[in-house]
């Protein structure tokens, strides 16, 4: 292999012939069979550009988020940059699905069995995040027999159809487990997959859920200039009011992490005015815990972000008061934004009691990300030892 040739393959100008493939595998550990089932450069380990859009594609991005799912322990913090992220929501707005094809041969997915298939999806969709954690090997075989389905079987086109969108909610249920696990490659190549599949079911509405996932992910881990284009982007392609409130809401706290204050203000005005707004249909599942209590809490994270404290702590009580009781995770993590609040405020006693009730209901749900995030106060704590209780705290958060 001389250097023209590398330079030609890496620029994209030429693909090179199989044994120099099974050649690069070989120096790569890739084993001979993902060249049979990745096209070229798909297979090539640290390739972390999103699969593209278009039924084609469609396997390859869910056979991709499976391999992607093995191998999180060496790819856990790698997560699309801004620029592959905006040109996959550019993609998505942009290009008009592709026409099903029925498969030539393989299993048939009659109505009897296309009904299971959805039924059992949204049991194992619906799952609160204390019970899908003990489910989600059960939630990725159905994905992988769905999968197996759309690789082989034989079906009609509307049965395609739903094919498609099964996978993609069963995808979008399986990267928010490995999201809250801190498995942040993983969770981005299984919602490749789900925009994948909602694009070619012609679903806008969840293909807008996916993007917002992506959104939220971005802002989670500090970096909300990424999510700022594909929220835009899904906001001109879905209609719901609840669906543009959430979107809406989470482009707010994009803005407020970046000091975006005037920016912040109007998304969080537009998020009210459409979560109050009446609609014949039922919201995407995507978003249907939106609520008055969501869109509280999360102006007074963007509150605190944009240094009004008081305002923040106020909007924050009020929202964990609306706040059901069945959505442990989101108090969670509702009572850890209430904590640094509490914290910037100096009251650290009540700080204290609400940073190991978050602590408490982490850990009991399996949430890694959740946990983290009370880990991630005790800098904070630091200079309050001498209060009863914080030493102990932190040696909590030290063996967590």
Request: hydrophobic fraction near 40%; include cysteine.
């Amino acid at each position: 292999m001389d250097k023209a040739a590398v330079s030609r393959w890496e620029h994209g100008r030429k693909k090179p012939d199989a044994e120099s493939q099974l050649l690069i595998a070989d120096a790569f550990d890739v084993p001979a069979s993902d060249l049979e089932r990745y096209p070229w450069p798909h297979w090539l380990p640290g390739r972390e550009e999103p699969v593209p859009l278009g039924s084609a594609y469609t396997v390859h991005a869910l056979r991709d988020a499976q391999r992607a799912v093995m191998d999180h322990e060496r790819r856990t913090f790698l997560t699309y940059s801004a620029l592959a992220l905006a040109g996959l929501a550019s993609q998505w707005a942009a290009l008009e699905p592709d026409r099903l094809t029925a498969a030539a041969d393989g299993t048939h997915v009659d109505e009897e069995l296309m009904s299971w298939l959805e039924e059992t999806g949204t049991k194992l969709s619906a799952l609160p995040t204390e019970k899908r954690q003990h489910m989600i090997k059960l939630t990725e075989a159905h994905l992988d027999t769905v999968t197996d389905l759309l690789e082989g079987g034989q079906f009609s086109e509307p049965t395609g159809h739903r094919l498609h969108l099964l996978a993609s909610s069963l995808a979008s249920t399986c990267g928010w487990y490995r999201f809250d696990q801190g498995q942040h490659y993983a969770a981005g190549k299984l919602w490749n997959a789900a925009l994948t599949n909602a694009h070619t079911a012609r679903d806008r509405d969840q293909g807008a859920g996916v993007l917002a996932d992506f959104a939220y992910q971005a802002i989670w881990l500090g970096k909300p200039e990424t999510a700022i284009e594909p929220l835009s982007q899904a906001l001109i392609h879905t209609r719901h009011p609840m669906a543009r409130s959430t979107l809406h809401l989470r482009r707010a706290r994009a803005h407020a992490a970046m000091g975006n204050a005037g920016a912040c203000h109007q998304d969080l005005k537009a998020a009210e005015a459409t979560l109050l707004t009446d609609a014949r249909d039922p919201a995407p599942s995507w978003c249907r815990w939106m609520s008055t209590a969501d869109l509280a809490v999360d102006s007074g994270q963007c509150m605190l972000d944009l240094g009004r404290t008081q305002e923040a702590q106020a909007r924050i009580e009020e929202g964990l008061s609306l706040l059901p009781r069945s959505r442990d995770k989101t108090r969670g993590v509702f009572r850890t934004y209430e904590a640094r609040s509490l914290l910037q405020a100096r009251e650290v006693e009540q700080a204290l009691t609400v940073s190991n009730e978050s602590l408490d209901v982490a850990q009991r749900i399996g949430a890694d990300r959740c946990v983290k995030l009370v880990r991630d106060l005790g800098p904070a704590f630091q200079p309050y030892k001498s209060v009863d209780g914080v030493p102990e705290f932190l040696e909590r958060l030290r063996s967590c």
